[in-house]
C-alpha cells in the first residue's frame, strides 16, 4: 500500500523543486508539467495515480494545493470521491487537513473542500475576465496582440477548434453568454469573439446555428 505526493506545475518556468522538499517521507512522488485546465484524468501521472487507487494500492494521497487535483471544481471533486470510495486519505498540505484522520472520515472535509473548490474555480475565471478587459481596453488603445499581422488564423478555422464547437453548440440554443461559458467552461469575452464570428459568416441566426464547415 502507497503513500503518494502528487505534484502539478504549468510553466516551463516553475518547477516542483519546492514540492519535492520532503519527498523522503513517500513511497512514489508523480510529478508532471501540465497545464492547470487539463483534465485530471487526462493528464498522464494523473491518470497513472487514478488508476492506482482504483486497484486498492493508495492508502495516502498528499498534495500541497487542492487546486492540483482538477481543472475545475467538478474535476476536483470528482477526483476526491474516487479517492473517498477507494479509502484514499487525502492530505491538502496547504490547509493542514485531511479526509480521514485517524482512521475516521473528516466530517468538515468535504464541506471546506467544496468552497474551495468552487471560490478558486470562480477567482480563475474572475482573472479570464479582467485579463480580456484589459485587452479590449488596449486594443481601443491601438495595441495589438497576437499573431503578427498577415499571420492570423483564417475565420472558419478558429471555429472549427473544439473549444469554439462547443461554445456553438450550446450558442444554438436559447442560453446567455455566461451559461454558455459555463456549459464550455470558457470566459463570457471568448464566447463572445464566437459568436461574433459565427454571426459574420452566417453561421449563426437568433437561436439557430448551422454547421456549413
Known amino acids: 500500500m502507497l503513500k503518494v505526493k502528487y505534484i502539478r506545475w504549468s510553466t516551463i518556468n516553475q518547477t516542483g523543486s519546492r514540492q519535492l522538499l520532503d519527498a523522503g517521507k513517500y513511497d512514489l512522488v508523480l510529478q508532471e508539467q501540465v497545464s492547470g485546465t487539463v483534465l485530471f484524468a487526462n493528464r498522464q501521472k494523473g491518470g497513472e495515480l487514478l488508476n492506482l487507487i482504483a486497484k486498492g494500492k493508495v492508502t495516502e494521497l498528499y498534495v500541497e494545493e487542492l487546486s492540483r487535483l482538477g481543472r475545475n471544481a467538478k474535476d476536483t471533486l470528482n477526483t476526491l470521491e474516487v479517492c473517498a470510495e477507494h479509502g484514499v486519505n487525502v492530505h491538502i498540505q496547504n490547509m493542514s487537513i485531511s479526509s480521514i484522520p485517524n482512521g475516521k472520515p473528516n466530517p468538515v472535509f468535504k464541506l471546506i473542500t467544496h468552497m474551495i473548490a468552487v471560490i478558486s474555480e470562480q477567482e480563475a475565471e474572475n482573472i479570464r475576465e479582467r485579463t480580456e478587459m484589459g485587452k479590449l481596453a488596449a486594443r481601443s488603445r491601438g495595441q495589438v496582440f497576437g499573431r503578427k ?33 459555463k456549459l464550455a467552461e470558457t470566459s463570457p469575452a471568448t464566447v463572445q469573439k464566437v459568436k461574433k464570428i459565427a454571426e459574420e459568416l452566417k453561421l449563426l441566426s437568433g437561436n439557430s446555428f448551422t454547421n456549413s464547415f
Open 149 to 181: 499581422v498577415g499571420t492570423n488564423e483564417r475565420k472558419i478555422d478558429f471555429l472549427k477548434k473544439d473549444k469554439s464547437k462547443a461554445i456553438l453548440k450550446h450558442l444554438g440554443g436559447n442560453q446567455s453568454i455566461r451559461n454558455v461559458a
